[in-house]
């Protein structure tokens, strides 16, 4: 059976996570930027379970996580736009496929956000150790970010469990 194809018109949420996701991006790359004359010519480009940084390497390293929070960025956004091909734990039907692909665009849209984030987290991290000689990455951030990637899904199965044809 064919999926119906429903334009999803996008709420205030939508544009709010899909905001705070560009903005993040931004400043990874802004604060890269502004700090790379100060950054030393070898920088921690790994950190252990405490947030102690354990492996070091070229400062031109520091740039492959915000380019793969944008490369993630733009392959969600793309993904976004065919809520039609997702896989959902329900049958998609005439009846629920709009409820559906609202909860599969929100998940992927959240998701995309809390990912930027994370790359602004871990960018911030590492420059504040760096520059201002302060603590690496703080462990208890990543876990939570990495719960609410985790929880996401679970919470949008739920919901869709609900829709059920």
Not at 20 to 47: D, E, Q, R, T
Request: hydrophobic content about 50%; charged content about 15%.
């Amino acid at each position: 059976m064919t999926r119906p194809r429903i334009n999803i018109k996008r709420t205030k949420l939508d544009y709010f996570f899909e905001s705070i996701s560009i903005i993040s991006l931004a400043l990874s790359f802004i604060i890269i930027a502004y700090y790379w004359g100060k950054y030393p010519n070898s920088v921690a480009i790994h950190y252990n379970a405490l947030g102690q940084a354990d492996s070091y390497g070229s400062k031109w390293l520091l740039i492959i996580l915000p380019l793969t929070g944008l490369l993630t960025y733009i392959g969600m956004t793309y993904l976004n736009r065919f809520p039609h091909i997702f896989n959902y734990p329900v049958e998609v039907s005439e009846r629920n496929a709009e409820l559906l692909y609202k909860i599969g665009k929100r998940l992927i849209s959240f998701m995309k956000m809390m990912v930027c984030l994370l790359v602004l987290y871990i960018t911030f991290s590492q420059t504040s150790s760096m520059i201002f000689h302060r603590s690496g990455v703080n462990v208890f951030i990543i876990l939570i970010s990495l719960l609410c990637l985790g929880a996401a899904p679970i919470y949008a199965a739920v919901k869709m469990n609900k829709a059920r044809p």
